[in-house]
């Protein structure tokens, strides 16, 4: 399994962005994906995550109303529309394939290498 995130970049604040993930392997469409973020001297933490279809979504307190995750099984990627980006939205953002296929299990086992997204002030 390979997870390749895409779309990140620099952008002023209050600006949007929208993250791309292609996985491999045909378990991706029972698979439930999230979307992470780590800043500099930060520990990742948690931003999105969606159902294996699309049905269920949750995200963190900090980009409810502002990020939108969805995906598309046909093409096996998953999305991350990010709007209103604040310059504390700055992070390397990862994807991530949960073991299981519905979000109110976590056990992520495969990982991305991330995206670069800066938010300039």
């Known amino acids: 399994v390979q997870l390749q995130a895409s779309g990140g970049g620099l952008v002023q604040a209050g600006g949007s962005l929208r993250l791309s993930c292609a996985a491999s392997?045909?378990?991706?469409?029972?698979?439930?994906m999230g979307w992470f973020r780590q800043a500099a001297g930060k520990e990742r933490e948690f931003v999105a995550h969606?159902?294996?279809?699309?049905?269920?979504?949750d995200y963190a307190d900090s980009v409810k109303g502002r990020f939108t995750i969805s995906r598309d099984n046909a093409k096996n990627t998953v999305y991350l529309q990010m709007n209103s980006l604040q310059p504390e939205d700055t992070a390397v953002y990862y994807c991530?394939?949960?073991?299981?296929?519905?979000?109110?299990?976590?056990?992520?086992?495969?990982w991305g290498q991330g995206t670069l997204v800066t938010v300039s002030s």
């Open positions: 991530a394939r949960n073991k299981y296929s519905i979000i109110e299990k976590r056990e992520y086992n495969y």
């Open positions: 392997g045909r378990a991706f469409s029972t698979s439930a």
């Open positions: 969606i159902s294996w279809s699309g049905g269920s979504t």
